[in-house]
C-alpha cells in the first residue's frame, strides 16, 4: 500500500516554486523524504529558473523551467509525472519520453487533466502522458503513458506547428462519470481536440470518442479559423480568434458556452453579450497616412500616390519637342519621375500603391 502525499511538504515546494517564478531565482527542490528511486534526477540546488507553471485539482503539479526542462510533483497514479513510474514524488522530477531520453525544448506545460500532462516544445510539437483512458493523450490508443508520448492527428501523422494547449477533466460527482479532453491551437489559427466527447466537447460535430485530434467546426459548417487561445474544461471548451471573438461548444447545461441557450452544441458558436449581440471586437481607426494625412514612416505607402510634376522641359536639342512635363503615377511610369527617385533616396515609399 503506497504512504499517502505528504500535502505540506508538496504546498511548500509549490510555494517555493511560484516565489522563485516571481523572483526569477534558482529553484531549490525542498529537501528532506523524497521518495525518489535510485538514478531519479531532481533539479535541487539547479541553476535553473522557473518559467511556466500549472496544478491539477486532482493532485499533481508540473513547471517548465528556463532550460527548457519539465519537472512534474504529487500524486502519480496513471503515470502523470512522466519520470517512467507510478511512484508518488514529493519533490519534482523530471519528465522523459518513451525510451528514457528527457523532454527537452519545453516552452508551455498543462497538467489540468484528472490524471494527466501535456506540454509542446519549440520546434512545434504537443507530447502527453498520464492516464489515456478516454485517447486523452493523443497517440492513437488508449494506454497509459509514464513517459511523454507524441500527439498525432486525425488522418495520420503528428500534430504539428502547436502553439498552446491545455488539457481538462471532469467528473459529475456521486456517479464517478469522468470526461477527459484536451484541445491545442496550431500556428495556422486552426483548433484541434481529442478525448472524451460526451456532449460534443471536442467540436468536430459528433458525439464520438477520438483517439486522435481532430479539427473543431463551427455551426456553420467550417473550420474554426484563426484562433489564437484555446481552454477545456472537460466537458466543454472554448477558443479566442484573432478577431476578437470568443466560440464555445460542448454541455451547456448551466450556460457555459454564453449563446443564451442551455442546448449542448456539438460544434463552436459564437459568444454573445446581453441583447443578443456578439460582443464587437475593439474599433480599428485608420492612420493618418492612410487617410492621406501626411508623411508615412518609413515602409509605409500612401494608397494611390501620385508624384508631382516632373518640370524638366523636353529641349528641342535631346531631339525632341519642347514639354512642360505631366503628372505620373508613381506605380505606372515607365522611368520613375525624378520625385519617387527622391523619396527612394530619403528611405521613404511614397510612389507604390499599397496600404
Known amino acids: 500500500m503506497r504512504p499517502p502525499i505528504r500535502t505540506h511538504s508538496a504546498v511548500t515546494l509549490l510555494l517555493s516554486a511560484l516565489l522563485a517564478a516571481l523572483a526569477g531565482t534558482p529553484v531549490l527542490a525542498v529537501l528532506g523524504d523524497t521518495g525518489l528511486g535510485s538514478g531519479a534526477v531532481t533539479f535541487a540546488a539547479s541553476s535553473a529558473t522557473v518559467t511556466a507553471i500549472s496544478a491539477s485539482s486532482f493532485g499533481h503539479t508540473c513547471v517548465v523551467t528556463s532550460d527548457g526542462t519539465a519537472w512534474c510533483w504529487g500524486d502519480n497514479s496513471t503515470g502523470e509525472l512522466g519520470d517512467g513510474t507510478t511512484t508518488e514524488r514529493l519533490t519534482a522530477v523530471q519528465v522523459t519520453k518513451a525510451g528514457g531520453a528527457t523532454l527537452s525544448g519545453v516552452t508551455l506545460i498543462s497538467a489540468g487533466g484528472r490524471n494527466s500532462t501535456c506540454a509542446v516544445t519549440k520546434d512545434g510539437a504537443a507530447w502527453c502522458w498520464g492516464d489515456n483512458s478516454a485517447g486523452e ?24 506547428g502547436v502553439t498552446s494547449i491545455s488539457t481538462g477533466g471532469w467528473t459529475l460527482g456521486s456517479f464517478g462519470l469522468t470526461t477527459l479532453a484536451t484541445c491545442a491551437v496550431t500556428k495556422d489559427g486552426a483548433a484541434w481536440c481529442w478525448g472524451n466527447n460526451f456532449y460534443g466537447q471536442l467540436g468536430d460535430g459528433t458525439t464520438t470518442a477520438r483517439l486522435r485530434a481532430v479539427r473543431v467546426r463551427t455551426t456553420g459548417g467550417g473550420n474554426l479559423a484563426g484562433v489564437t487561445a484555446i481552454s477545456t474544461g472537460g466537458n466543454s471548451s472554448c477558443a479566442r480568434t484573432r478577431a476578437g471573438a470568443a ?33 464587437s471586437p475593439p474599433p480599428t481607426h485608420p492612420r493618418p497616412w492612410q487617410a492621406g494625412k501626411g508623411r508615412p514612416p518609413v515602409g509605409h505607402c500612401r494608397p494611390a500616390a501620385r508624384c508631382r510634376r516632373d518640370r524638366r522641359p523636353r529641349t528641342a536639342a535631346r531631339g525632341r519637342a519642347p514639354s512642360r512635363g505631366r503628372d505620373t503615377p508613381c506605380a505606372a511610369s515607365s522611368r520613375r519621375p525624378r520625385c519617387a527617385r527622391r523619396a527612394t533616396r530619403r528611405g521613404r515609399c511614397r510612389g507604390a500603391s499599397s496600404a
Open 247 to 279: 466560440w464555445c461548444w460542448g454541455l451547456n447545461a448551466g450556460g457555459q458556452l454564453g449563446d443564451g441557450t442551455t442546448t449542448a452544441r456539438l460544434r463552436a458558436v459564437r459568444v454573445t453579450k446581453t441583447g443578443g449581440e456578439p460582443p
Open 137 to 160: 493523450l493523443g497517440d492513437g490508443t488508449t494506454v497509459e503513458r509514464d513517459r511523454a508520448v507524441r500527439v498525432t492527428k486525425s488522418g495520420g501523422g503528428n500534430l504539428t
